[in-house]
Every structure is written in structure tokens, then in C-alpha cells.
């Protein structure tokens, strides 16, 4: 079985900075993709950023230069460094894999967490 803990989240003010991490357990064979997600209330969730095995990045427009998104394979770790912060950013994030087990390949989400951009 695959798990996520995904932690970071917090209240910033705007212009501010936050770091998530997200960490996979489990008996994974290979991660194909690893990515963020943000849910903000009222509206649904949505790609944030992600990172494929190859290392080939894809960002949300609405984040592009100033979010980053990296990984340790070795440690089956995902970040992501957000960096002048907006009010509109505030949602809780999640961590997402693409992964292959003994099971096959399937999608795994971490639990979640609350990012506040407030002043």
C-alpha cells in the first residue's frame, strides 16, 4: 500500500513564501509522475504543478514564476517552493503520485493541506 504525507502549509501575507513537502511510502516500484494539486472552497481542484520521470516540469498558468516544483527520487520526495504568494492561492494543496506497485499502476493523493494567503 502507497502513502502520501503531504505538510508545508500555513498562513503567509501576501508576497510571502511557503515550502510543501510530500513524502511516498510503500511498496512502489517506479513513480511515473509527481505533482500538486489545490482545491480552493467553491471551486475544484486543480493541477498546480508537476514533475515527470524524465524530469520534464508543467506548471498552471496562474503560478508559472513563482512556484517550483522538484523532487528526490531517491527518497520518493516531492516539493514545492511557492514564492510571492496571493491571496487567490489560498486552498488546501495536495500531493499527488503516479505510481506502479505490485497492484499495477494507479494514482495516490495525499491528505491535504491548508495554505492561507492572508494579510
Known amino acids: 500500500q502507497v502513502q502520501l504525507g503531504d505538510s508545508g502549509g500555513g498562513l503567509v501575507q501576501p508576497g510571502g513564501s511557503l515550502r510543501l513537502s510530500c513524502a511516498a511510502s510503500g511498496s512502489i516500484f517506479s513513480i511515473n509522475a509527481m505533482g500538486w494539486y489545490r482545491q480552493a472552497p467553491g471551486k475544484q481542484r486543480e493541477l498546480v504543478a508537476v514533475i515527470i520521470s524524465g524530469g520534464r516540469t508543467n506548471y498552471a498558468d496562474s503560478v508559472k514564476g513563482r512556484f517550483t516544483i522538484s523532487r528526490d527520487s531517491a527518497k520518493n520526495m516531492v516539493y514545492l517552493q511557492m514564492n510571492s504568494l496571493k491571496p487567490e492561492d489560498t486552498a488546501v494543496y495536495y500531493c499527488?503520485?503516479?505510481?506502479?506497485?505490485?497492484?499495477?499502476?494507479?494514482?495516490?493523493w495525499g491528505q491535504g493541506t491548508q495554505v492561507t494567503v492572508s494579510s
Open positions: 499527488n503520485i503516479d505510481a506502479t506497485t505490485w497492484r499495477g499502476r494507479h494514482e495516490y
